[in-house]
């Protein structure tokens, strides 16, 4: 319809009379599948008579029907949906920063192989730690 090049004419797809069929290319492209050299045929009429022409004309669908508003929910009733899935808001069960991360600064020293933490306990999580993890999680999964 919009051609990219000069000597390409524009065409209207859709048109009984002078459109155009699409010939559909399919090649492998780096182990995907490629349409990238589809194109549009010379245009010609979609059949010989104008008889064989209303007839395929009769036999076009509306689409009106599926896009039709009512078809749809709305903003609202698909927010509740989503807020009955996931909760209420997930943003005020989560806990605050300063409740459960601790800033540590962990100082590194080069040994040769591989930059690791000077000491090495520093960087294991304690039992503690581990356990208000699971406690954590544990509440969020008891909330209903």
């Given at each position: ?8 004419e ?40 104008e ?8 036999k ?15 903003y ?5 949906r989503?807020?009955?899935v ?12 300063t ?46």
């Open positions: 319809m919009h051609p990219e090049f000069d000597d390409e524009a065409i209207n797809p859709f048109d009984l009379w002078v459109g155009a069929n699409f010939k559909l290319k399919v090649r492998k492209v780096a182990g995907f599948i490629n349409y990238d050299k589809s194109e549009f045929a010379s245009s010609s009429p979609v059949a010989d008579s008889e064989a022409i209303e007839s395929i004309w009769k076009q669908y509306k689409v009106s029907e599926f896009v039709d508003p009512s078809n749809f929910k709305s609202t009733e698909l927010k509740d989503l807020h009955k996931i909760g209420d808001d997930i943003r005020s069960s989560a806990p605050n920063k409740e459960t991360v601790e800033d540590v600064k962990v100082e590194h020293k080069y040994n040769g192989e591989f930059d690791k933490p000077a000491d090495e306990s520093s960087s294991e999580t304690s039992d503690d730690d581990a356990s208000d993890a699971l406690s954590y999680f544990e509440k969020l999964a008891s909330e209903d």
